[in-house]
């Protein structure tokens, strides 16, 4: 028989560096999940990953045990590493504040296309244009037509 599901928590948490404090402790605390075991779970699943901000789905059971879902990074955080840049623009209308190819927008829009609720890879590049786009972000050239 299957375990009854008391709820879902998401997070964002760097990889390889969750502990007990805030946001972490509190969320699961709340919940009576164990912190310290999803703490040693989560750290020894993303070792690879340190330092990477990574998206995380608590799935939590009514008898306080969970299982949990590792998504790729947010675009906009690929977004930052490729440009190089701390943080998008204050104005992404007027002021522009770096500049990408379309190789760069797919090799994001591959990497991401399996948390993305799109089909094809060019609707997925649209997305990560648009998600440049609204941080000020330009991207140089045409649209690649295949």
């Known amino acids: 028989m299957a375990k009854e599901i008391a709820g879902q928590i998401k997070l964002q948490i760097k990889g390889g ?3 007990p404090s805030p946001p972490v402790g509190p969320a699961l605390g709340s919940k009576g999940i164990n912190i310290m075991e ?6 020894a699943r993303t070792q ?3 330092g990477k901000v990574l998206p995380v789905i608590i799935t ?5 045990s969970f299982d949990f879902v590792v998504k790729t990074p947010p675009v906009a955080i690929q977004l930052m590493e490729v440009s190089k840049q701390k943080k998008g623009s204050d104005q992404p209308n007027r002021k522009k504040v770096a500049e990408i190819t379309w190789e ?7 990497d991401k296309m399996v948390d993305l609720n799109c089909f094809t890879l060019d609707s997925a590049m649209r997305m990560v244009a648009g998600t440049a786009r609204s941080m000020g972000i330009a991207v140089k050239g045409e649209f690649p037509v295949e």
């Open 104 to 110: 760069q927008v797919k090799a994001i829009a591959t």
């Open 60 to 64: 939590y059971y009514s008898d306080k």
């Open 17 to 19: 560096a969750a502990n």
């Open 48 to 50: 690879d990953k340190a």
């Open 38 to 43: 999803f703490c040693k779970q989560f750290n």
